[in-house]
Structures are given as structure tokens and as C-alpha cells.
T-cell receptor
Framework: GESVGLHLPTLSVQEGDNSIINCAYS??????FIWYKQESGKGPQFIID?????DKRQGQRVTVLLNKTVKHLSLQIAATQPGDSAVYFCAEKLTGGGNKLTFGTGTQLKVEL | DAGITQSPRHKVTETGTPVTLRCHQTENHRYMYWYRQDPGHGLRLIHY???????DKGEVSDGYSVSRSKTEDFLLTLESATSSQTSVYFC??????????????FGPGTRLTVT
């Protein structure tokens, strides 16, 4: 597999700092959201999800925030590590859209030592 | 990769030739998907399947067909490959969406080059 690394917005952070990756979603009828991580040469990997009836959800070192008013999703990574370097993208599911997801284009996270 | 394999992992083919990509899962998940990933685009859905012999088109289905004769295998066929189909192809699977969410799990991808 390959990651899409060209023409992506890039976020550079120092190791140990917190990272915030943003995503603007398109449809106010979306009721479910996911964040994926894609390392170079691999397929996307599920990180965390959130339903539209929630504003915040926490996982291990990650937090997803959902602002439905402005259709904005963010992924916060605490104490960023070199292994966090990857492309991150969000996906949304439309209400009544079955199991189909629509994916964003992604953000490249680079962790500097 | 959640029990998902794709074959081949790399392929170079000539314009006009037929190509079949295979996705195999060992998770017994109902849903299977084929996506393509290109620079400047997010993952785009080509076709998906919601059961054996049950398939439907995605947003970029032109030039592609699929088949699912058993739960574990989902085939993507390019009947006559074109240079615009040069891409990285990902297969994904998911279980029936419910309390457990709608997350999809991805295979390692197939890089296809059409010359």
C-alpha cells in the first residue's frame, strides 16, 4: 500500500508536544465520523470514531472533538511521538447512507525530534 | 490489517488489457469495498458489496466491475485498463453498522500502473 503524501497540508510538531489535526466535513446530515492514520506503504488504520450525538470522545492519547455548528472535526494527539508521523484523514457517514463513508484528503503530520 | 489480504500487491499492465484484483478476508464481515487513492483526492469508492452476489456502484465506478461469489472474496476487474486507472487500490471490510460503529478496516493496497 501507499500513502498519499503529495499536495497535502502538513503539520510539523516537536516530539512531546500536542498535535491538533483539523477536518471540515461537508454534510450536516452526517451522523458518524472516523479518524484514520495512514503510514507510508500501508493501508489506513482506524484510530477513533464519534457519533453526532457526542461532542468529545477520548481514546489512548487521542481525543476527537466534534463541532456540528460549524461542521468541524478535530483530532488531538497528546505527547506526539515519532511513530505518529503519518497522513491523517477523517471520514463521515451520512444518515441513511448505509455503511458508506466519505473520506477527506488528509493532513501530513511530521514529528521533529 | 484485520485479516485482509490483497493480491497482487504490485502490477504493471498495458493499456487495453484486462486486470483483476483480489481481496480476501478472514473476518466473515458482511460488507466489502474497493477504493482508489490518488494524489489530491481522498479515498474514493469504486464499488461495494453488502453480501454474496449483492453489489452496488460507488462514486467512481466507470470502467470497473466487481464480483462476490463467496463471503471472503471480492474481485475488482478493469475490463480494459486505461492510464487514468493507474492508482493505488484498497480493499476494506466492515461488519453490520450498529452499536459498534461503522468503521472500515483496510487491506495493504495494490499499486497498479497502466502504461
Amino acid at each position: 500500500g501507499e500513502s498519499v503524501g503529495l499536495h497535502l497540508p502538513t503539520l510539523s510538531v516537536q516530539e512531546g508536544d500536542n498535535s491538533i489535526i483539523n477536518c471540515a466535513y461537508s454534510n450536516s446530515a452526517s451522523d458518524y465520523f472516523i479518524w484514520y492514520k495512514q503510514e507510508s506503504g500501508k493501508g489506513p488504520q482506524f484510530i477513533i470514531d464519534i457519533r453526532s450525538n457526542m461532542d468529545k470522545r477520548q481514546g489512548q492519547r487521542v481525543t476527537v472533538l466534534l463541532n456540528k455548528t460549524v461542521k468541524h472535526l478535530s483530532l488531538q494527539i497528546a505527547a506526539t511521538q515519532p511513530g505518529d508521523s503519518a497522513v491523517y484523514f477523517c471520514a463521515e457517514k451520512l444518515t441513511g447512507g448505509g455503511n458508506k463513508l466519505t473520506f477527506g484528503t488528509g493532513t501530513q503530520l511530521k514529528v521533529e525530534l | 490489517d484485520a485479516g485482509i489480504t490483497q493480491s497482487p500487491r504490485h502490477k504493471v499492465t498495458e493499456t487495453g488489457t484486462p486486470v483483476t484484483l483480489r481481496c480476501h478476508q478472514t473476518e466473515n464481515h458482511r460488507y466489502m469495498y474497493w477504493y482508489r487513492q490518488d494524489p489530491g483526492h481522498g479515498l474514493r469508492l469504486i464499488h461495494y458489496s453488502y453480501g454474496v452476489k449483492d453489489t452496488d456502484k460507488g462514486e467512481v465506478s466507470d470502467g470497473y466491475s466487481v464480483s462476490r461469489s463467496k463471503t471472503e472474496d471480492f474481485l475488482l476487474t478493469l475490463e480494459s485498463a486505461t492510464s487514468s486507472q493507474t492508482s493505488v487500490y484498497f480493499c476494506a471490510i466492515s461488519d453490520v453498522g450498529s452499536r459498534n460503529g461503522y468503521e472500515q478496516y483496510f487491506g495493504p493496497g495494490t499499486r497498479l500502473t497502466v502504461t
